[in-house]
């Protein structure tokens, strides 16, 4: 079970911190994701964190503003939000992908998800 925490309410160029909770099972091995959906728009993908750990991949509109980190020891995985713009404002969803291809983007290939958490960035 994957569990976001840490959505609010901030003012553009604020920053805030995402936490993805792994509860009652393990994703060792997995890559992780983080996925973002604004009113009246599809889900898209921000950013994910291969299962080694090692390689990290973006979506172009956070580039250089978000970082994804994992601590393995607290089961966790976060994303730090820089510089937020309203545009940023969604629901944020956390993913597991047992794909052995690292650090993924695509949707489909995830199959585990959170329930999502609230962010939204007043200009």
């Known amino acids: 079970q994957l569990v976001e925490s840490g959505g609010g309410s901030v003012q553009a160029g604020d920053s805030l911190r995402l936490y993805c909770s792994v509860q009652?099972?393990?994703?060792?091995?997995?890559?992780m994701g983080w996925f973002r959906q604004a009113p009246g728009r599809e889900r898209e993908f921000v950013a994910a964190l291969s299962w080694t750990g090692v390689s990290r991949n973006y979506a172009d509109s956070v580039k250089g503003r978000f970082t994804i980190s994992g601590d393995p020891a607290k089961k966790t995985v976060s994303l730090q939000m820089n510089s937020l713009k309203s545009s940023d404002t969604a629901v944020y969803y956390c993913a597991a992908s047992g794909s052995r291809n690292p650090a993924i983007s695509r949707e489909y290939e995830y199959q585990y998800w959170g329930q999502g958490t609230q962010v939204t960035v007043s200009s």
């Open positions: 009652g099972s393990t994703f060792n091995g997995y890559n």
